[in-house]
Protein backbone atom coordinates (compact mmCIF):
# COMPACT_ATOMS: atom_id res chain seq x y z
CA UNK A 1 0.00 0.00 0.00
CA UNK A 2 1.18 3.41 -1.28
CA UNK A 3 1.71 5.71 1.97
CA UNK A 4 -0.30 8.93 1.79
CA UNK A 5 2.86 11.16 2.87
CA UNK A 6 6.93 10.44 3.65
CA UNK A 7 7.22 11.72 6.86
CA UNK A 8 9.69 9.78 7.97
CA UNK A 9 12.65 12.02 8.32
CA UNK A 10 14.90 8.74 9.19
CA UNK A 11 13.91 7.22 5.87
CA UNK A 12 15.20 9.94 4.17
CA UNK A 13 18.40 10.13 5.93
CA UNK A 14 18.61 5.97 5.17
CA UNK A 15 17.93 5.92 1.54
CA UNK A 16 20.51 8.40 1.29
CA UNK A 17 23.29 6.50 2.85
CA UNK A 18 22.26 3.99 0.58
CA UNK A 19 22.25 6.19 -2.43
CA UNK A 20 25.87 7.33 -0.97
CA UNK A 21 27.01 4.01 -0.43
CA UNK A 22 25.99 2.79 -4.39
CA UNK A 23 27.63 6.30 -6.10
CA UNK A 24 30.78 4.96 -3.94
CA UNK A 25 30.77 1.65 -5.30
CA UNK A 26 30.36 2.79 -9.21
CA UNK A 27 32.81 5.50 -9.07
CA UNK A 28 35.56 2.81 -7.83
CA UNK A 29 34.45 0.72 -10.25
CA UNK A 30 34.80 2.80 -13.15
CA UNK A 31 37.50 4.03 -11.78
CA UNK A 32 39.16 0.65 -12.23
CA UNK A 33 37.78 -0.06 -15.52
CA UNK A 34 39.46 3.08 -17.02
CA UNK A 35 42.60 2.58 -16.01
CA UNK A 36 42.78 -0.39 -18.06
CA UNK A 37 43.20 2.09 -21.05
CA UNK A 38 46.41 2.87 -19.18
CA UNK A 39 47.52 -1.03 -18.67
CA UNK A 40 46.78 -1.76 -22.15
CA UNK A 41 49.01 1.29 -23.38
CA UNK A 42 52.17 0.24 -20.72
CA UNK A 43 51.59 -3.61 -21.48
CA UNK A 44 50.84 -4.22 -17.91
CA UNK A 45 49.23 -7.59 -18.53
CA UNK A 46 49.83 -8.75 -15.14
CA UNK A 47 47.93 -5.76 -13.68
CA UNK A 48 45.78 -5.92 -16.04
CA UNK A 49 44.75 -9.64 -14.96
CA UNK A 50 45.29 -8.55 -11.44
CA UNK A 51 42.64 -5.84 -11.77
CA UNK A 52 40.42 -7.89 -13.58
CA UNK A 53 40.70 -10.65 -10.80
CA UNK A 54 40.12 -7.50 -7.95
CA UNK A 55 37.12 -5.88 -9.50
CA UNK A 56 35.08 -8.98 -8.38
CA UNK A 57 35.34 -8.28 -5.40
CA UNK A 58 34.60 -4.44 -5.03
CA UNK A 59 30.95 -5.08 -5.00
CA UNK A 60 30.67 -7.15 -1.83
CA UNK A 61 32.97 -4.70 -0.26
CA UNK A 62 30.88 -2.07 -0.77
CA UNK A 63 27.66 -3.46 0.42
CA UNK A 64 29.37 -4.76 3.70
CA UNK A 65 30.14 -1.41 4.07
CA UNK A 66 26.50 0.34 3.58
CA UNK A 67 24.87 -2.16 5.82
CA UNK A 68 27.93 -2.18 8.30
CA UNK A 69 26.92 2.42 7.89
CA UNK A 70 23.15 1.58 8.34
CA UNK A 71 23.61 -0.17 11.48
CA UNK A 72 25.72 1.86 12.94
CA UNK A 73 24.34 5.56 11.92
CA UNK A 74 20.50 4.60 11.95
CA UNK A 75 20.27 1.00 13.81
CA UNK A 76 18.86 -0.29 10.58
CA UNK A 77 17.44 -3.73 11.91
CA UNK A 78 14.98 -1.73 14.34
CA UNK A 79 13.59 0.17 12.09
CA UNK A 80 9.54 -0.38 11.67
CA UNK A 81 8.80 -1.75 8.19
CA UNK A 82 6.18 1.65 7.96
CA UNK A 83 9.67 3.45 7.79
CA UNK A 84 11.04 0.76 5.46
CA UNK A 85 8.56 1.40 3.37
CA UNK A 86 9.26 4.66 2.65
CA UNK A 87 13.07 4.47 2.39
CA UNK A 88 12.12 2.49 -0.99
CA UNK A 89 10.22 5.45 -1.92
CA UNK A 90 13.07 7.99 -1.22
CA UNK A 91 15.36 6.31 -2.80
CA UNK A 92 13.11 6.34 -6.13
CA UNK A 93 12.77 9.67 -5.71
CA UNK A 94 16.56 9.99 -5.52
CA UNK A 95 17.08 7.49 -8.95
CA UNK A 96 15.31 10.26 -10.97
CA UNK A 97 17.88 11.50 -12.44
CA UNK A 98 20.44 8.81 -11.83
CA UNK A 99 22.66 7.34 -14.91
CA UNK A 100 22.68 3.64 -13.37
CA UNK A 101 19.48 3.42 -11.52
CA UNK A 102 19.05 -0.35 -12.23
CA UNK A 103 22.30 -0.97 -10.38
CA UNK A 104 21.40 1.50 -7.93
CA UNK A 105 18.38 -0.53 -7.30
CA UNK A 106 20.07 -3.93 -7.29
CA UNK A 107 22.78 -2.45 -4.59
CA UNK A 108 19.73 -1.40 -2.73
CA UNK A 109 18.39 -5.09 -2.75
CA UNK A 110 21.73 -6.35 -1.99
CA UNK A 111 21.86 -4.63 1.26
CA UNK A 112 18.74 -4.35 2.29
CA UNK A 113 18.07 -7.93 2.20
CA UNK A 114 20.87 -8.29 4.75
CA UNK A 115 18.68 -6.57 7.03
CA UNK A 116 15.19 -7.19 6.57
CA UNK A 117 13.69 -10.60 7.21
CA UNK A 118 12.77 -12.83 4.21
CA UNK A 119 9.23 -12.28 4.70
CA UNK A 120 9.49 -8.57 3.59
CA UNK A 121 11.42 -9.54 -0.15
CA UNK A 122 8.83 -8.07 -2.09
CA UNK A 123 8.08 -4.98 -4.33
CA UNK A 124 6.93 -2.71 -0.57
CA UNK A 125 9.98 -2.68 -0.04
CA UNK A 126 12.52 -4.28 -1.90
CA UNK A 127 12.98 -3.97 -5.99
CA UNK A 128 11.52 -7.01 -7.03
CA UNK A 129 11.14 -5.19 -10.64
CA UNK A 130 12.48 -2.38 -11.20
CA UNK A 131 11.36 0.95 -10.56
CA UNK A 132 12.93 3.62 -12.75
CA UNK A 133 13.63 3.30 -16.65
CA UNK A 134 16.50 2.89 -17.93
CA UNK A 135 15.37 4.31 -21.56
CA UNK A 136 16.77 7.26 -23.11
CA UNK A 137 19.33 8.01 -20.32
CA UNK A 138 21.73 10.75 -21.53
CA UNK A 139 24.67 12.28 -19.80
CA UNK A 140 23.89 16.06 -20.72
CA UNK A 141 27.53 17.34 -18.69
CA UNK A 142 29.38 19.38 -20.60
CA UNK A 143 32.26 17.30 -20.79
CA UNK A 144 30.31 14.03 -20.99
CA UNK A 145 31.59 11.18 -23.65
CA UNK A 146 28.10 10.03 -26.08
CA UNK A 147 27.61 6.25 -25.66
CA UNK A 148 28.41 5.69 -29.24
CA UNK A 149 29.43 7.97 -32.14
CA UNK A 150 27.94 7.53 -35.71
CA UNK A 151 30.34 8.32 -38.70
CA UNK A 152 29.01 9.16 -42.28
CA UNK A 153 31.62 7.52 -44.87
CA UNK A 154 31.06 7.08 -48.14
CA UNK A 155 33.11 4.49 -50.45
CA UNK A 156 35.71 7.02 -51.06
CA UNK A 157 36.14 7.82 -47.53
CA UNK A 158 35.92 4.75 -45.65
CA UNK A 159 39.32 4.13 -45.61
CA UNK A 160 39.82 7.34 -43.30
CA UNK A 161 36.82 6.92 -41.44
CA UNK A 162 38.09 3.44 -40.24
CA UNK A 163 41.28 5.20 -38.96
CA UNK A 164 39.34 8.22 -37.88
CA UNK A 165 37.18 5.36 -35.72
CA UNK A 166 40.42 4.26 -34.17
CA UNK A 167 42.53 7.07 -33.95
CA UNK A 168 39.61 9.11 -32.22
CA UNK A 169 40.09 6.52 -28.98
CA UNK A 170 43.12 8.54 -28.70
CA UNK A 171 45.34 5.49 -27.45
CA UNK A 172 48.97 6.78 -26.06
CA UNK A 173 50.75 4.29 -27.73
CA UNK A 174 51.52 4.47 -31.86
CA UNK A 175 50.26 2.21 -34.17
CA UNK A 176 52.69 0.61 -35.97
CA UNK A 177 50.78 0.93 -39.29
CA UNK A 178 47.44 2.28 -38.67
CA UNK A 179 46.55 3.30 -42.42
CA UNK A 180 47.41 -0.33 -43.71
CA UNK A 181 45.32 -1.63 -40.96
CA UNK A 182 42.42 0.57 -41.81
CA UNK A 183 42.98 -1.04 -45.16
CA UNK A 184 42.81 -4.25 -44.03
CA UNK A 185 39.71 -3.69 -42.86
CA UNK A 186 38.80 -1.53 -45.57
CA UNK A 187 38.92 -4.90 -47.57
CA UNK A 188 37.47 -6.79 -45.03
CA UNK A 189 34.28 -4.72 -45.13
CA UNK A 190 34.20 -4.25 -48.79
CA UNK A 191 33.78 -7.53 -49.15
CA UNK A 192 30.39 -7.06 -47.36
CA UNK A 193 29.53 -3.70 -48.80
CA UNK A 194 30.90 -4.44 -52.79
CA UNK A 195 27.31 -5.37 -53.84
CA UNK A 196 25.14 -3.81 -51.82
CA UNK A 197 23.70 -0.18 -52.78
CA UNK A 198 24.75 2.01 -49.87
CA UNK A 199 21.55 3.83 -48.87
CA UNK A 200 20.97 7.48 -47.30
CA UNK A 201 21.55 5.97 -43.91
CA UNK A 202 24.30 4.09 -44.64
CA UNK A 203 26.49 5.15 -41.54
CA UNK A 204 28.80 3.55 -38.95
CA UNK A 205 27.93 3.75 -35.13
CA UNK A 206 30.91 2.81 -32.57
CA UNK A 207 30.68 2.81 -28.97
CA UNK A 208 32.69 5.41 -27.55
CA UNK A 209 34.72 3.70 -24.72
CA UNK A 210 37.01 0.36 -25.67
CA UNK A 211 36.32 -3.07 -24.17
CA UNK A 212 39.31 -3.88 -22.46
CA UNK A 213 40.22 -7.92 -21.50
CA UNK A 214 43.81 -9.26 -21.01
CA UNK A 215 46.16 -8.36 -23.78
CA UNK A 216 43.66 -6.73 -26.17
CA UNK A 217 41.33 -3.84 -26.73
CA UNK A 218 38.25 -4.06 -29.11
CA UNK A 219 36.23 -1.69 -31.02
CA UNK A 220 32.89 -2.67 -30.91
CA UNK A 221 30.18 -1.15 -33.17
CA UNK A 222 27.34 -1.46 -36.45
CA UNK A 223 27.38 -1.12 -39.95
CA UNK A 224 23.90 0.41 -40.97
CA UNK A 225 22.63 0.61 -44.64
CA UNK A 226 19.09 0.78 -45.36
CA UNK A 227 17.11 -1.34 -42.84
CA UNK A 228 20.61 -3.63 -42.48
CA UNK A 229 22.07 -3.54 -39.37
CA UNK A 230 25.94 -5.52 -39.18
CA UNK A 231 27.93 -6.30 -36.22
CA UNK A 232 31.55 -5.58 -35.92
CA UNK A 233 34.53 -5.54 -33.64
CA UNK A 234 38.11 -4.70 -34.07
CA UNK A 235 40.43 -6.02 -31.57
CA UNK A 236 43.85 -3.69 -31.40
CA UNK A 237 47.02 -5.43 -29.82
CA UNK A 238 50.30 -5.01 -29.07
CA UNK A 239 52.62 -5.93 -32.32
CA UNK A 240 56.02 -7.36 -31.91
CA UNK A 241 57.69 -4.18 -33.03
CA UNK A 242 55.92 -2.53 -29.97
CA UNK A 243 53.28 -0.50 -31.79
CA UNK A 244 50.04 -1.24 -32.18
CA UNK A 245 48.18 -3.28 -34.97
CA UNK A 246 44.18 -4.25 -35.56
CA UNK A 247 44.62 -8.20 -35.57
CA UNK A 248 40.84 -8.02 -37.59
CA UNK A 249 37.34 -7.66 -38.04
CA UNK A 250 34.92 -10.12 -36.48
CA UNK A 251 31.60 -9.37 -38.04
CA UNK A 252 28.01 -10.65 -37.26
CA UNK A 253 26.39 -12.08 -34.75
CA UNK A 254 28.08 -15.24 -34.15
CA UNK A 255 31.51 -13.92 -33.97
CA UNK A 256 30.25 -11.14 -31.38
CA UNK A 257 29.02 -13.73 -29.49
CA UNK A 258 31.84 -15.69 -29.31
CA UNK A 259 33.78 -12.36 -28.36
CA UNK A 260 31.03 -11.88 -25.81
CA UNK A 261 30.82 -15.31 -24.69
CA UNK A 262 29.96 -16.62 -20.88
CA UNK A 263 33.21 -18.55 -21.12
CA UNK A 264 35.22 -15.89 -20.94
CA UNK A 265 36.60 -13.15 -18.38
CA UNK A 266 34.70 -9.72 -18.19
CA UNK A 267 35.48 -6.54 -19.91
CA UNK A 268 36.67 -3.69 -18.45
CA UNK A 269 34.73 -0.52 -20.58
CA UNK A 270 34.47 3.01 -18.89
CA UNK A 271 30.85 3.55 -18.69
CA UNK A 272 28.92 6.51 -17.38
CA UNK A 273 25.23 4.64 -18.33
CA UNK A 274 25.70 1.01 -19.02
CA UNK A 275 22.17 0.36 -19.30
CA UNK A 276 22.91 2.29 -22.87
CA UNK A 277 25.97 0.23 -23.57
CA UNK A 278 23.63 -3.01 -22.82
CA UNK A 279 21.02 -1.92 -24.98
CA UNK A 280 23.49 -0.98 -28.25
CA UNK A 281 24.85 -4.58 -27.54
CA UNK A 282 21.56 -6.13 -27.05
CA UNK A 283 20.79 -4.50 -30.91
CA UNK A 284 24.03 -6.47 -32.08
CA UNK A 285 23.39 -10.01 -30.14
CA UNK A 286 19.26 -9.75 -29.84
CA UNK A 287 19.44 -13.54 -28.80
CA UNK A 288 21.75 -12.80 -26.07
CA UNK A 289 20.18 -12.27 -22.66
CA UNK A 290 20.52 -8.68 -20.64
CA UNK A 291 21.92 -10.50 -17.85
CA UNK A 292 24.71 -12.18 -19.76
CA UNK A 293 25.73 -8.46 -21.30
CA UNK A 294 25.74 -7.32 -17.72
CA UNK A 295 27.93 -9.69 -16.78
CA UNK A 296 30.31 -9.23 -19.76
CA UNK A 297 30.68 -5.81 -18.60
CA UNK A 298 31.64 -6.86 -15.21
CA UNK A 299 28.56 -5.82 -13.62
CA UNK A 300 27.81 -9.32 -12.26
CA UNK A 301 25.45 -8.22 -9.43
CA UNK A 302 23.12 -6.98 -12.18
CA UNK A 303 23.43 -10.14 -14.41
CA UNK A 304 22.34 -11.99 -11.79
CA UNK A 305 19.86 -10.02 -10.38
CA UNK A 306 18.56 -10.43 -14.23
CA UNK A 307 19.29 -13.72 -14.66
CA UNK A 308 16.55 -14.55 -11.46
CA UNK A 309 13.58 -12.50 -12.90
CA UNK A 310 14.08 -14.48 -15.90
CA UNK A 311 14.06 -17.22 -14.69
CA UNK A 312 10.97 -16.41 -12.45
CA UNK A 313 9.26 -15.17 -15.55
CA UNK A 314 10.12 -18.38 -17.32
CA UNK A 315 8.73 -20.49 -14.46
CA UNK A 316 5.39 -18.98 -14.23
CA UNK A 317 5.46 -19.66 -18.00
CA UNK A 318 6.24 -22.78 -18.19
CA UNK A 319 5.03 -26.23 -17.10
CA UNK A 320 7.38 -28.55 -17.09
CA UNK A 321 9.25 -30.06 -14.29
CA UNK A 322 13.37 -30.07 -12.54
CA UNK A 323 14.70 -33.53 -13.43
CA UNK A 324 18.12 -34.95 -13.03
CA UNK A 325 20.21 -33.88 -15.90
CA UNK A 326 21.22 -36.33 -18.29
CA UNK A 327 24.75 -37.78 -18.81
CA UNK A 328 26.91 -39.63 -16.00
CA UNK A 329 26.06 -38.66 -12.88
CA UNK A 330 28.80 -36.75 -10.83
CA UNK A 331 30.38 -37.28 -7.48
CA UNK A 332 30.81 -34.16 -6.12
CA UNK A 333 28.21 -31.99 -7.59
CA UNK A 334 24.01 -33.19 -8.00
CA UNK A 335 23.13 -31.52 -10.83
CA UNK A 336 19.43 -31.13 -11.94
CA UNK A 337 18.27 -29.40 -14.84
CA UNK A 338 14.33 -27.64 -16.10
CA UNK A 339 14.26 -29.20 -20.19
CA UNK A 340 12.61 -26.14 -21.01
CA UNK A 341 15.41 -23.94 -19.82
CA UNK A 342 18.65 -23.91 -20.96
CA UNK A 343 20.59 -24.05 -17.56
CA UNK A 344 21.90 -26.43 -15.16
CA UNK A 345 21.62 -26.12 -11.07
CA UNK A 346 24.41 -27.73 -8.84
CA UNK A 347 24.42 -28.52 -5.54
CA UNK A 348 27.73 -29.74 -3.98
CA UNK A 349 26.84 -33.25 -2.18
CA UNK A 350 27.18 -33.98 1.42
CA UNK A 351 29.27 -37.33 0.40
CA UNK A 352 31.35 -38.34 -1.66
CA UNK A 353 33.12 -41.34 -2.51
CA UNK A 354 36.67 -42.13 -1.00
CA UNK A 355 38.55 -41.17 -4.48
CA UNK A 356 37.08 -37.80 -4.16
CA UNK A 357 39.02 -36.41 -1.00
CA UNK A 358 37.44 -32.74 -0.73
CA UNK A 359 35.41 -30.72 1.50
CA UNK A 360 32.26 -28.11 0.81
CA UNK A 361 34.70 -25.28 1.07
CA UNK A 362 36.97 -26.76 -1.08
CA UNK A 363 35.08 -26.93 -3.98
CA UNK A 364 33.44 -23.83 -3.29
CA UNK A 365 37.28 -22.28 -2.84
CA UNK A 366 37.56 -23.77 -6.45
CA UNK A 367 34.66 -22.86 -8.32
CA UNK A 368 35.45 -19.25 -7.18
CA UNK A 369 38.96 -19.68 -8.54
CA UNK A 370 37.38 -19.50 -11.88
CA UNK A 371 35.04 -16.84 -11.70
CA UNK A 372 38.34 -14.38 -10.84
CA UNK A 373 40.37 -16.24 -13.45
CA UNK A 374 40.58 -15.78 -17.04
CA UNK A 375 38.37 -18.37 -18.66
CA UNK A 376 39.67 -17.98 -22.01
CA UNK A 377 36.11 -19.35 -23.72
CA UNK A 378 36.96 -22.49 -22.18
CA UNK A 379 35.51 -22.84 -18.84
CA UNK A 380 31.33 -21.98 -18.19
CA UNK A 381 30.59 -18.73 -15.35
CA UNK A 382 28.88 -20.09 -13.02
CA UNK A 383 25.90 -17.75 -11.02
CA UNK A 384 25.96 -18.17 -6.90
CA UNK A 385 22.47 -18.40 -5.09
CA UNK A 386 21.69 -19.27 -1.75
CA UNK A 387 18.07 -20.24 -0.64
CA UNK A 388 16.57 -20.63 -3.52
CA UNK A 389 12.69 -21.47 -3.48
CA UNK A 390 11.25 -23.55 -6.05
CA UNK A 391 7.40 -24.62 -6.23
CA UNK A 392 8.03 -28.33 -4.82
CA UNK A 393 5.13 -29.23 -7.22
CA UNK A 394 7.77 -28.65 -10.35
CA UNK A 395 10.25 -31.15 -9.16
CA UNK A 396 9.99 -34.78 -10.75
CA UNK A 397 10.04 -37.26 -7.34
CA UNK A 398 12.90 -39.07 -8.28
CA UNK A 399 14.97 -35.70 -8.11
CA UNK A 400 13.61 -34.79 -4.24
CA UNK A 401 15.06 -38.48 -3.64
CA UNK A 402 18.44 -37.46 -5.01
CA UNK A 403 18.73 -34.74 -2.72
CA UNK A 404 17.10 -35.89 0.03
CA UNK A 405 20.17 -38.66 -0.52
CA UNK A 406 22.98 -36.95 -1.36
CA UNK A 407 22.27 -33.34 -0.33
CA UNK A 408 20.45 -33.44 2.67
CA UNK A 409 22.29 -30.57 4.36
CA UNK A 410 20.93 -28.56 1.26
CA UNK A 411 17.39 -29.35 0.92
CA UNK A 412 14.50 -28.01 3.18
CA UNK A 413 11.08 -28.59 1.86
CA UNK A 414 8.18 -26.55 3.43
CA UNK A 415 5.35 -23.81 3.01
CA UNK A 416 7.68 -21.28 4.15
CA UNK A 417 5.62 -17.99 3.26
CA UNK A 418 2.28 -20.10 4.31
CA UNK A 419 1.17 -19.16 1.18
CA UNK A 420 -0.80 -23.37 1.18
CA UNK A 421 1.86 -24.17 -1.29
CA UNK A 422 5.25 -26.42 -0.69
CA UNK A 423 8.43 -25.08 -1.57
CA UNK A 424 11.56 -27.11 -1.99
CA UNK A 425 14.44 -24.37 -0.69
CA UNK A 426 17.77 -25.10 -1.65
CA UNK A 427 20.63 -23.94 0.29
CA UNK A 428 23.20 -23.02 -1.63
CA UNK A 429 23.59 -23.75 -5.55
CA UNK A 430 25.67 -22.74 -8.78
CA UNK A 431 23.77 -22.03 -11.80
CA UNK A 432 25.63 -22.32 -15.42
CA UNK A 433 24.84 -22.58 -19.02
CA UNK A 434 23.30 -25.64 -20.06
CA UNK A 435 25.51 -28.20 -22.68
CA UNK A 436 25.56 -31.27 -24.58
CA UNK A 437 28.14 -33.50 -22.36
CA UNK A 438 31.22 -34.13 -24.83
CA UNK A 439 30.44 -38.26 -24.05
CA UNK A 440 26.99 -38.06 -25.24
CA UNK A 441 27.77 -36.17 -27.78
CA UNK A 442 30.21 -38.24 -28.95
CA UNK A 443 28.30 -41.25 -28.42
CA UNK A 444 25.60 -39.63 -30.41
CA UNK A 445 28.19 -39.41 -33.06
CA UNK A 446 29.31 -43.03 -33.34
CA UNK A 447 25.87 -44.08 -33.16
CA UNK A 448 24.93 -41.69 -36.09
CA UNK A 449 28.09 -42.84 -37.64
CA UNK A 450 29.51 -39.27 -37.99
CA UNK A 451 33.22 -39.79 -38.65
CA UNK A 452 33.88 -36.09 -39.20
CA UNK A 453 31.68 -34.76 -36.37
CA UNK A 454 34.01 -36.90 -33.81
CA UNK A 455 36.88 -35.84 -35.28
CA UNK A 456 35.83 -32.01 -34.68
CA UNK A 457 34.65 -33.07 -31.14
CA UNK A 458 38.22 -34.25 -30.83
CA UNK A 459 40.22 -31.25 -31.96
CA UNK A 460 38.32 -29.07 -30.16
CA UNK A 461 38.66 -30.99 -26.67
CA UNK A 462 42.43 -30.73 -27.35
CA UNK A 463 42.34 -27.49 -28.11
CA UNK A 464 39.98 -26.81 -25.16
CA UNK A 465 43.00 -28.38 -23.09
CA UNK A 466 45.48 -26.01 -24.46
CA UNK A 467 43.81 -22.89 -24.30
CA UNK A 468 43.40 -23.74 -20.47
CA UNK A 469 47.20 -24.72 -20.49
CA UNK A 470 47.95 -21.34 -21.67
CA UNK A 471 45.64 -19.78 -19.15
CA UNK A 472 47.55 -21.57 -16.63
CA UNK A 473 44.74 -23.97 -15.42
CA UNK A 474 45.21 -28.11 -14.93
CA UNK A 475 41.69 -28.86 -15.35
CA UNK A 476 42.51 -32.19 -13.13
CA UNK A 477 39.62 -34.35 -14.84
CA UNK A 478 39.80 -34.71 -18.65
CA UNK A 479 37.74 -36.90 -18.43
CA UNK A 480 34.85 -36.56 -21.78
CA UNK A 481 32.21 -36.12 -19.48
CA UNK A 482 33.39 -33.04 -17.35
CA UNK A 483 33.75 -31.49 -20.94
CA UNK A 484 30.37 -29.79 -22.71
CA UNK A 485 29.59 -28.60 -26.17
CA UNK A 486 28.26 -24.99 -26.80
CA UNK A 487 25.46 -23.83 -29.26
CA UNK A 488 28.32 -23.06 -31.83
CA UNK A 489 30.57 -26.21 -31.49
CA UNK A 490 32.92 -25.11 -28.69
CA UNK A 491 34.22 -27.38 -26.48
CA UNK A 492 34.15 -26.01 -22.49
CA UNK A 493 34.78 -27.23 -19.56
CA UNK A 494 32.85 -27.71 -16.24
CA UNK A 495 34.20 -29.75 -13.50
CA UNK A 496 35.88 -27.95 -11.58
CA UNK A 497 36.57 -29.37 -8.10
CA UNK A 498 39.72 -30.77 -9.14
CA UNK A 499 41.26 -27.77 -11.30
CA UNK A 500 45.00 -26.91 -9.76
CA UNK A 501 47.37 -24.18 -11.40
CA UNK A 502 49.49 -25.70 -13.63
CA UNK A 503 52.80 -23.73 -11.77
CA UNK A 504 51.70 -25.54 -8.83
CA UNK A 505 51.61 -29.32 -10.06
CA UNK A 506 54.69 -31.11 -10.85
CA UNK A 507 54.49 -32.92 -14.37
CA UNK A 508 56.46 -36.01 -14.25
CA UNK A 509 57.52 -38.44 -16.61
CA UNK A 510 56.78 -42.55 -15.24
CA UNK A 511 60.13 -43.89 -14.08
CA UNK A 512 61.19 -46.81 -15.98
CA UNK A 513 60.44 -50.01 -13.71
CA UNK A 514 63.84 -51.20 -11.91
CA UNK A 515 62.77 -54.69 -12.21
CA UNK A 516 60.41 -57.58 -13.37
CA UNK A 517 58.49 -57.34 -10.44
CA UNK A 518 57.44 -53.70 -11.18
CA UNK A 519 57.65 -53.86 -14.57
CA UNK A 520 54.78 -56.72 -15.05
CA UNK A 521 52.77 -55.34 -11.62
CA UNK A 522 49.85 -53.45 -13.84
CA UNK A 523 49.75 -51.27 -10.89
CA UNK A 524 51.35 -47.69 -10.09
CA UNK A 525 54.90 -49.03 -8.22
CA UNK A 526 55.65 -45.63 -8.35
CA UNK A 527 55.42 -42.90 -5.28
CA UNK A 528 53.19 -40.31 -6.26
CA UNK A 529 53.39 -36.63 -4.16
CA UNK A 530 49.97 -34.86 -3.70
CA UNK A 531 50.92 -32.70 -6.75
CA UNK A 532 52.19 -35.06 -9.32
CA UNK A 533 50.65 -35.49 -12.67
CA UNK A 534 51.73 -38.05 -15.36
CA UNK A 535 50.75 -36.96 -18.72
CA UNK A 536 51.73 -40.43 -20.15
CA UNK A 537 49.09 -42.28 -18.26
CA UNK A 538 46.10 -40.37 -19.59
CA UNK A 539 45.88 -42.44 -22.49
CA UNK A 540 44.17 -45.57 -20.85
CA UNK A 541 41.43 -43.31 -19.48
CA UNK A 542 40.72 -41.27 -23.24
CA UNK A 543 41.23 -42.96 -26.07
CA UNK A 544 39.73 -46.27 -25.23
CA UNK A 545 38.06 -46.20 -28.78
CA UNK A 546 40.09 -46.34 -31.84
CA UNK A 547 38.25 -43.54 -33.65
CA UNK A 548 38.98 -41.21 -31.12
CA UNK A 549 42.23 -42.70 -30.64
CA UNK A 550 43.73 -42.11 -33.95
CA UNK A 551 42.01 -38.27 -34.01
CA UNK A 552 43.72 -37.58 -30.44
CA UNK A 553 47.14 -38.40 -31.56
CA UNK A 554 47.14 -36.77 -34.91
CA UNK A 555 46.22 -33.43 -33.27
CA UNK A 556 47.01 -33.94 -29.80
CA UNK A 557 49.97 -36.19 -28.90
CA UNK A 558 51.35 -33.76 -27.20
CA UNK A 559 48.77 -33.80 -24.67
CA UNK A 560 50.32 -37.27 -23.53
CA UNK A 561 53.88 -36.03 -22.76
CA UNK A 562 55.48 -34.38 -19.27
CA UNK A 563 57.25 -32.46 -21.32
CA UNK A 564 54.61 -30.16 -23.07
CA UNK A 565 52.91 -29.25 -20.02
CA UNK A 566 55.98 -28.78 -18.33
CA UNK A 567 57.63 -26.15 -20.27
CA UNK A 568 54.30 -24.01 -20.63
CA UNK A 569 54.55 -24.16 -16.71
CA UNK A 570 58.00 -22.67 -17.09
CA UNK A 571 56.93 -20.05 -19.20
CA UNK A 572 54.30 -19.04 -17.22
CA UNK A 573 56.62 -19.11 -14.47
CA UNK A 574 59.14 -16.73 -16.23
CA UNK A 575 56.21 -14.15 -16.27
CA UNK A 576 54.72 -14.47 -19.45
CA UNK A 577 51.23 -14.03 -20.28
CA UNK A 578 49.67 -16.19 -22.61
CA UNK A 579 46.55 -14.69 -24.23
CA UNK A 580 43.54 -16.70 -26.01
CA UNK A 581 41.85 -15.39 -29.13
CA UNK A 582 38.45 -15.01 -28.69
CA UNK A 583 38.40 -15.66 -32.87
CA UNK A 584 39.51 -18.15 -35.37
CA UNK A 585 43.43 -18.14 -36.25
CA UNK A 586 42.46 -17.49 -40.02
CA UNK A 587 40.47 -14.36 -39.65
CA UNK A 588 43.88 -12.39 -38.62
CA UNK A 589 45.18 -10.20 -40.90
CA UNK A 590 48.93 -10.42 -40.25
CA UNK A 591 49.42 -13.60 -37.74
CA UNK A 592 53.12 -12.83 -38.08
CA UNK A 593 52.76 -9.32 -36.95
CA UNK A 594 51.04 -9.47 -33.38
CA UNK A 595 51.38 -12.20 -30.94
CA UNK A 596 49.44 -12.33 -28.12
N1 LIG B 1 26.80 -27.13 -17.85
C1 LIG B 1 26.32 -28.37 -17.98
N2 LIG B 1 25.53 -28.68 -19.04
C2 LIG B 1 25.02 -29.95 -19.18
N3 LIG B 1 25.26 -30.95 -18.32
C3 LIG B 1 26.04 -30.71 -17.27
C4 LIG B 1 26.62 -29.40 -17.03
N4 LIG B 1 27.34 -29.46 -15.91
C5 LIG B 1 27.23 -30.75 -15.45
N5 LIG B 1 26.44 -31.50 -16.26
C6 LIG B 1 26.08 -32.93 -16.09
O1 LIG B 1 26.23 -33.28 -14.73
C7 LIG B 1 27.27 -34.24 -14.56
C8 LIG B 1 28.05 -33.96 -13.31
O2 LIG B 1 28.58 -32.63 -13.34
P1 LIG B 1 30.06 -32.31 -12.85
O3 LIG B 1 31.04 -32.97 -13.77
O4 LIG B 1 30.17 -30.85 -12.68
O5 LIG B 1 30.04 -33.03 -11.43
P2 LIG B 1 31.22 -33.66 -10.57
O6 LIG B 1 30.61 -34.25 -9.40
O7 LIG B 1 32.24 -32.59 -10.35
O8 LIG B 1 31.79 -34.77 -11.55
P3 LIG B 1 33.00 -35.78 -11.22
O9 LIG B 1 32.37 -36.96 -10.60
O10 LIG B 1 33.56 -36.08 -12.59
O11 LIG B 1 33.94 -35.02 -10.34
C9 LIG B 1 28.11 -34.15 -15.84
O12 LIG B 1 28.75 -35.36 -16.12
C10 LIG B 1 27.05 -33.79 -16.88
O13 LIG B 1 26.39 -34.96 -17.32
Not at 172 to 182: C, G, N, S, V
Request: with cysteine; net charge negative; proline share 5%.
Amino acid sequence: MFPQRLDSPLAYDIAKALMDGFNRHYRLFRTESARAKHRFETADWHGQQRAQRERIEFYDLRVKEASQRLEKEFRAHEQPMEVWQQVKLHYIGLLIDHHQPELAETFFNSVTTKILHRTYFHNDFIFVRPAVSTEYIENDEPAALPTYRAYYPTRETLRDTIARIVDNFRLQRPFEDLQRDAGFVLKAMGGRLAQVKLRANFQIQVLSSLFYRNKGAYVVGKIINGFNEVPFALPILHGKSGGLVIDACLFGEDELQMLFSFARAYFMVDMEVPSAYVQFLRSLMPRKPRAEIYNALGLAKQGKTLFYRDFLHHLKHSSDKFRIAPGIKGMVMLVFDLPSFPYVFKVIKDYYPPQKDTTREQIKGKYLLVKQHDRVGRMADTLEYSEVAFARDRFEDELIEEIRRFAPSQLEIGDRDGDGHEEVVIKHLYIERRMIPLNIYLQEAFDAGAREQIERAVIEYGNAIKDLVAANIFPGDMLWKNFGVTRNGKVVFYDYDEIEYLTDCQFRRVPAPRNEEEELSGEVWWSVGPKDVFPETFGPFLLGNPAVREVFLKHHGDLLQADFWQSHKERIHSGHVYDVFPYEHDKRFMPEKAEL
